[in-house]
């Protein structure tokens, strides 16, 4: 029994030698965390969804271990699109400058870009190729903005990526350099957009906004006349007609010409009209307007031939106008006396050189100075849209960047034919 206490003891003094030679190591760290010196938020141009005619969004990644910025934009092709901020830079009395890396992508070479720092140029990219790597320092005292101007030429599809521009913002921060990643992503819209300018199809049941003459009206055109010719110098064939016409759209539409159908034409000659000026912007929520496109519907019903009743649609520009018909009546001549019905005809053409201008339709029906032979006319669903996407040489036949006129072209004050205004002369015709 002693033996085992003896023991004990001695395993206990053991331990107690050995506590006392234990050191304990205890390591203390203090964190402090700061603010970068150059902070990057997205900026407020980044498209309006009211208009369509761009958008952009900001983003970031995290990327072996680098906070990457991406900005992203979607644009139509062959119109320059401006995002003013696209991207804004924020510090403290910092230099800062953007440097191009790189550029890659399946359509690079139908990429043009230029992209600003503060007022400052600093990358430019032509056909996908760097022309200019960098630019003059910014110092950045507060915010300074980042903008974007991208041009994609018609070599790219609609609805792909075109190309991404590998950039980096250099800035000094404590005498030490340091840099931040931006990537410039660049895509093309995947539906061509467009921008009604101006409509009408008369639903309204007034000619609101129109210049127009006595003869020139709107009607709910819901049932069919029965016209009869009873004034003629050479027998109508058919002499009774029954007009048939219905609004293209809606139930309204706007029809020229004498209203009482059971009475004679009234004399002297008259030129009777609808006519509309319309404002055309230079851009769209920065985005260039280049191409506007006029459609409309008309229909043009006669007894009488080109050299006595006829009609003028037109398209003016200041003293430039385009025809898509002058002086047209499909009897031509002196073949009055065949009634004519065209039908509804749809015009529809793209005109280049008339953003930032002022525009006017007119819809003209000329009738003889004599009371025979009856002519009327309807117009209907008017439209002047800005059109963004590429339009090849073929649809534009019209109006040009330089604003020149077609050889056919006439002012619409320009007398088309000499006639004789004479209210009862029956040898005035043929």
Excluded at 53 to 76: A, F
Excluded at 226 to 238: A, F, G, H, I
Excluded at 278 to 305: C, H, M, Q
Excluded at 424 to 429: G, K, L, S
Aim: charged share 15%; with cysteine; glycine share 8%.
């Amino acid at each position: 029994m002693r033996r085992i206490e003896a023991l004990l003891l001695a395993v206990l003094l053991c331990v107690g030698a050995l506590a006392a030679i234990t050191i304990t190591n205890v390591n203390e760290w203090h964190v402090q965390a700061t603010q970068p010196p150059v902070k990057k938020i997205a900026g407020r141009d980044l498209g309006n969804p009211a208009y369509g005619v761009k958008s952009g969004r900001v983003y970031s990644s995290i990327e072996d271990g680098l906070n990457v910025t991406y900005v992203e934009v979607s644009v139509p092709r062959c119109h320059r699109a401006t995002f003013s901020p696209v991207l804004n830079v924020s510090g403290s009395g910092v230099s800062a400058k953007l440097f191009a890396e790189s550029v890659s992508g399946s359509y690079a070479g139908q990429l043009n870009a230029s992209i600003t720092l503060g007022a400052n140029l600093q990358v430019v990219v032509s056909r996908g190729t760097i022309t200019q790597q960098t630019g003059t320092p910014v110092t950045i005292s507060g915010q300074t903005s980042l903008s974007l101007q991208v041009a994609v030429g018609s070599g790219a599809p609609l609805g792909v990526e075109v190309a991404r521009i590998y950039t980096w913002l250099y800035f000094n921060y404590s005498t030490a350099k340091a840099r931040q990643k931006i990537v410039w992503i660049v895509k093309t819209l995947p539906t061509p957009p467009r921008v009604v300018l101006f409509y009408d199809g008369f639903e309204s049941g007034t000619l609101a906004g129109w210049t127009s003459t006595t003869y020139a009206y709107v009607e709910q055109k819901n049932y069919d006349v029965t016209v009869t010719e009873t004034c003629y110098t050479r027998t109508p064939t058919p002499r009774t007609i029954t007009d048939t016409t219905r609004p293209v759209a809606g139930s309204w539409l706007a029809w020229i010409g004498f209203g009482n159908q059971v009475t004679c034409e009234p004399v002297p000659a008259r030129d009777d009209y609808l006519r509309r000026s319309i404002s055309v912007p230079s851009s769209i929520d920065g985005v260039e307007v280049k191409y506007v496109n006029a459609t409309f519907w008309w229909r043009f019903l006669t007894w009488d031939s080109a050299n006595y009743d006829y009609i003028t649609l037109s398209l003016s520009k200041g003293t430039t106008t385009f025809y898509w018909k002058n002086g047209y009546n499909p009897n031509s001549g002196n073949n009055y006396g065949p009634f004519r019905d065209t039908g509804w005809q749809r015009n529809s053409t793209f005109f280049s050189g008339v953003a930032g201008s002022t525009i006017t339709l007119s819809f003209l029906l000329h009738t003889y100075s004599d009371q025979y032979y009856r002519s009327w006319l309807y117009i209907d669903e008017v439209y002047v849209v800005a059109y963004f996407d590429c339009i090849s040489a073929s649809q534009d036949p019209s109006l040009d960047v330089a604003g020149s006129a077609p050889a056919s072209s006439l002012s619409l004050t320009s007398t088309l034919h000499t006639r004789q205004d004479n209210a009862t002369c029956v040898a005035c015709r043929g």
